[in-house]
Each structure stands twice: as structure tokens, then as C-alpha cells.
């Protein structure tokens, strides 16, 4: 790998590190259902998104909702800190199509129709809000990678 690739790799990983991701994989949900509750809570901060989410009466709010406590969890696992003092906020919440189970419903005449079952993938990512308190975190790091 060249200087600049290496570089550029470097940087990459170094900001992902101030970054805290959870994934849900195969929700047997179709992606356009769930497209319509991650909407709601994108860009909200976290208290805020989990009350939304805990009073939505769509079923994919329910699965948003598990994946925003394990968000957090991850915060909390990574960084030491409860989340209330964080400030955090879901920076970027995406809905990708997974695997699609293909079952025939029988139709008249003969014939047979396919029946698409959706399902999707989800990754939430979750960031501090407030500035300094993202760089506190990467002065912490540096000092933990300095006595090490």
C-alpha cells in the first residue's frame, strides 16, 4: 500500500474511533416500512429518538428501538460514560434490502405468483453532539496510548 492510501486508511480509522456503531441484519421487515420509522428519529438526539421510538405504534419502531439501546451500549462499552452526559445523536441511520425469501401463492387458472418476503439491513451510527466533548475523548485516547 502507497504513503497516500496508507495515510488516507489511517485517518479513516481514526475517525471511526469516535464513532459508535450497532447493526441489525435480516429484520424480517420490508425495507420501505422500515425506511418510514428510521426517517422519524435521523439526525434527533438520543433521548429524544428513544421516546419517539417507544411511542410509534409501527412494529419496526420496536426493532429501531433494540438497535438504538445496543447504539448505546456500545457508547457506554468503548468509552467508560453514561450516555446521559454524552450528548449523543444518531448521526446516520440507513436501511439496506437483505435477503428475499421467494414463496409461490397460488392464482387462478393454473397459474402461480411469486411472493417477494422482504427483509432489510439497518446500521445506526451514533456521535457526540458536542464538539468538546469529542475532542475530550480524543485527548483521553492519546493519553491511554501514551502511558501504554
Known amino acids: ?49 428513544s421516546a419517539v421510538l417507544q411511542f410509534t405504534k409501527k412494529h419496526a419502531a420496536r426493532d429501531l428501538e433494540k438497535l438504538l439501546r445496543s447504539a448505546i451500549s456500545n457508547f457506554e462499552q468503548k468509552t467508560g460514560e453514561r450516555w446521559e452526559e454524552a450528548d449523543l445523536m444518531i448521526k446516520e441511520i440507513s436501511v439496506d434490502g437483505g435477503r428475499m425469501l421467494k414463496r409461490i401463492q397460488p392464482a387462478p387458472q393454473g397459474r402461480a405468483y411469486r411472493v417477494r418476503k422482504r427483509s432489510n439491513h439497518v446500521t445506526m451510527i451514533l456521535d457526540s453532539a458536542n464538539p468538546e466533548f469529542r475532542a475530550g475523548l480524543k485527548n483521553n485516547v492519546e493519553t491511554t496510548e501514551t502511558e501504554a
Open 1 to 49: 500500500m502507497g504513503v497516500r492510501k496508507h495515510n488516507m486508511a489511517k485517518r479513516i480509522s481514526e475517525e471511526r474511533k469516535s464513532l459508535y456503531i450497532a447493526q441489525l441484519r435480516n429484520c424480517p421487515t420490508s425495507p420501505r416500512k422500515m425506511r418510514l420509522v428510521a426517517d422519524l428519529v435521523r439526525g434527533m438526539d438520543v433521548a429524544k429518538a
